[in-house]
């Protein structure tokens, strides 16, 4: 019973149309929280879920607000924004984490999805480089995002070895050292046929990848730097 009411909810939400006004200021609202706790935990994602699931006024609240944020055109337009977009925060602060990130459940998928994150800030990093707009600015906030990504992919690889093989971590570390460094060789051949210096992003591709190496291997709890010793 409860939950054909929820889905009634749900479906008189969808059909609510709101007004450009409207929309605007539920975005502003949302710039201006970004720009308060711009250092927003990499747990987040978690720590909103476990509220959810322990506030059941909270759920039938938040929850359809989040529904009819992804029904706008702002929050579709976030989608293909770059770094040098106001609609950027909104995406990585807002979409990426509670509208994809929060239905991402299984341990393999959270750390597949921070894989996917990290490599999708580098496909952004070369998107600017080509417009020649790389500049330091956007390069901060691409390496910063990049930190999270990976102290995020440390995290969840440390579940997937508690309820997955071995290999399924091996594996993830292996796609993870591969989009890093092909990515970062990408972007030095950019900067290199225009006679610049290599991008700082290449370099912090690098030392992520090898950064996740370190950990999984000082640890000893996977098979894949032994493997490579």
Do not use: C
């Amino acid at each position: 019973m409860e939950n054909n009411k929820l889905k009634k909810g749900i479906k008189e939400i969808k059909n609510i149309v709101m007004t450009d006004v409207e929309k605007t200021r539920i975005f502003e609202n949302i710039l201006k929280v970004s720009k308060e706790k711009p250092k927003t935990s990499p747990w987040f994602t978690f720590s909103f879920l476990a509220m959810l699931k322990n506030n059941r006024l909270v759920y039938y609240i938040v929850i359809p607000l989040i529904i009819i944020l992804s029904s706008s055109g702002v929050v579709f337009a976030s989608q293909s924004s770059l770094p040098d977009s106001i609609l950027y925060p909104l995406k990585v602060n807002i979409v990426e984490p509670l509208i994809e990130g929060a239905l991402t459940f299984s341990p393999k998928n959270k750390a597949k999805y921070e894989v996917n994150l990290a490599t999708k800030r580098l496909v952004e990093a070369e998107a600017l480089a080509g417009q020649g707009k790389l500049n330091k600015k956007n390069e901060d906030k691409i390496n910063n995002l990049l930190d999270k990504h990976t102290v995020a992919l440390d995290k969840t690889l440390k579940d997937v070895k508690k309820v997955d093989k071995v290999e399924q971590s091996d594996k993830i570390i292996s796609n993870f050292n591969f989009e890093m460094n092909t990515h970062a060789q990408k972007l030095d051949n950019m900067k290199k046929n225009n006679n610049e210096e290599d991008h700082q992003i290449s370099k912090k591709a690098r030392m992520n990848a090898e950064k996740i190496n370190t950990l999984f291997k000082d640890r000893g709890d996977h098979g894949f730097n032994n493997k490579n010793k």
